[in-house]
């Protein structure tokens, strides 16, 4: 049995659990997972934003950022008690593979060592200490940067440890936050919390790890109304309800489903380089299971290389077929099953209909790549490892084909040379693509990224300025005016 959850302020026996079990890899694993009153969640809160006003905001950024990186510093131990946990509780909740779960928690957290929180840090502000006090702005006068008394997280179960980037961002912001954590993944955030608060105990007032039932309309709204942002992962039906419930006083910052794609150009499609960018591509699809935003979903690859397009989705294949057996896929429940069984139905009859098409994967469906040439409609896989590889001739062709999703694009990876990817970039940045990576790395977006193609940090804090006529203003009170 293990508990989620993290808050101060309560009496521990008048909080209800409700346990909720876990099954894969063929353990069984029961959770507690705090059920609160909306008088105690609006307890919780209060005490929150006021650690937030009078304790974290009296810690300056430098001093957030060691607090950060030794956090981080521990979960990278394997050693540690809350990274054994991760390695062993996490792929029982999430189904994914337990190699897969331990190498991209690895990976997702050398992204907030200090060396990297400090680059998150320049890009948004430029001079961080702009979170600590006024600091001079050049066309005269100063400005401060204040975080939020109360920022509300809404948290996704799709992909592990994805808490970690909102929880970092409102504590280098220095915003008190309250959390609620995910039915498919509720244990994480709740490690982080306690692991924030054992390196720094002044801090243990300032965050909280909750859960409620999706919908409950009388405790969102109640929490909502306390908070000063609402910051909310899912999907976008989900998303509309809790925008719904979130007043006009209140900023909130969502991010829905998106789709992501790459492509494929036919210089990277040389006997030298095509089974290498075979290869990350099929990284890009593998790694968990394309549940993020980011994961791609189609390529756009260009004939006139020395591998063809076709025999590039059959390279492709062979890499996804390796990964499963390095990396098998997680099982995936009824309704997903039943999808992907249709789909694949779908797809594999459309062959004869359809000229020069093809459907390549295992009679288990545990991945499948579909070979075809350019279409009018570019139709995104159900996921679970399944992708779509597009023969192109020009990538101009593909303008007219993804304008109609610009409000769903997120990240392109590119195999191309240098002369192209700045012309290719600049035409995604037509469709509404946010994000550009190189194949490999589609998964793994970069601290300080601009999510969504909105800021990580300046998103989350109000400016405050004192005019430079309010200093000259100020001069004449001044106890050495003559």
């Known amino acids: ?206 965050l909280a790890v909750v859960w409620w039932p999706g919908g409950d309309e009388e405790k969102e709204s109640a929490l909502f109304n306390a908070s000063d942002l609402v910051f909310a992962y899912g999907g976008n039906e989900a998303l509309t309800a809790i925008k719904n419930h979130v007043p006009l006083t209140t900023k909130f910052l969502g991010h829905g489903h998106k789709i992501s794609f790459g492509l494929v150009s036919k210089e990277s499609l040389n006997a030298k380089n095509a089974a290498e960018t075979a290869r990350l591509a099929a990284y890009d699809v593998m790694r968990f299971d394309q549940q993020g935003c980011y994961s791609p979903q189609f390529f756009f690859v260009q004939s006139g290389g020395q591998v063809s397009p076709k025999s590039f989705s059959q390279y492709v294949a062979h890499e996804l077929a390796v990964f499963e057996k390095r990396f098998p896929r997680r099982a995936l429940s009824k309704e997903e099953g039943a999808e992907l069984f249709t789909w694949r139905q779908k797809e594999q009859m459309s062959v004869f209909s359809e000229q020069g098409k093809e459907v390549i994967g295992p009679d288990s469906g545990s991945w499948a790549v579909v070979y075809e040439p350019l279409k009018d409609f570019v139709l995104p896989s159900p996921l679970n490892r399944v992708v779509r590889i597009i023969e192109i001739e020009d990538f101009h062709e593909i303008l007219p084909l993804l304008v109609p999703f610009r409000h769903y694009l997120q990240t392109a990876g590119i195999a191309a040379s240098p002369e192209n990817l700045f012309h290719l970039s600049s035409l995604l940045a037509k469709t509404g693509v946010t994000r550009i990576s190189s194949l490999g790395q589609m998964t793994a977006p970069e601290a300080g990224w601009h999510h969504d193609g909105a800021w990580s940090l300046l998103d989350l804090v109000q400016m405050v300025d004192i005019e430079d006529n309010a200093e000259v203003y100020a001069e004449k009170f001044a106890s050495y005016r003559d």
């Open 1 to 206: 049995m293990e508990r989620a959850g993290y808050f101060t302020g309560l009496n521990e026996e008048d909080v209800k659990y409700e346990i909720r079990e876990f099954q894969g890899h063929g353990k069984t694993l029961q959770v507690e997972v705090p059920v609160v009153t909306t008088e105690q969640l609006l307890q919780i809160a209060e005490g929150v934003k006021t650690a937030s006003d009078h304790i974290l905001k009296s810690f300056s950024v430098s001093e957030l950022v060691r607090i950060i990186d030794e956090v981080i510093a521990r979960l990278l131990d394997r050693d540690n008690l809350y990274r054994q946990k991760a390695e062993e509780l996490l792929p029982i909740i999430t189904g994914f593979d337990e190699e897969m779960v331990r190498l991209g928690l690895t990976s997702q957290l050398k992204t907030f060592r200090k060396p990297q929180l400090q680059r998150f840090l320049v890009e948004d502000f430029g001079n961080p200490l702009l979170l600590d006090d006024f600091q001079p702005r050049a066309k005269g006068g100063h400005s401060k940067a204040i975080g939020p008394g109360l920022m509300t997280h809404i948290w996704a179960g799709n992909v592990p440890a994805l808490p970690l980037w909102s929880i970092v961002s409102s504590l280098l912001v220095k915003g008190g936050s309250i959390g609620k954590v995910s039915s498919a993944e509720p244990l994480f955030a709740g490690w982080v919390a306690k692991m924030i608060a054992e390196v720094e105990p002044r801090l243990r007032g300032c």
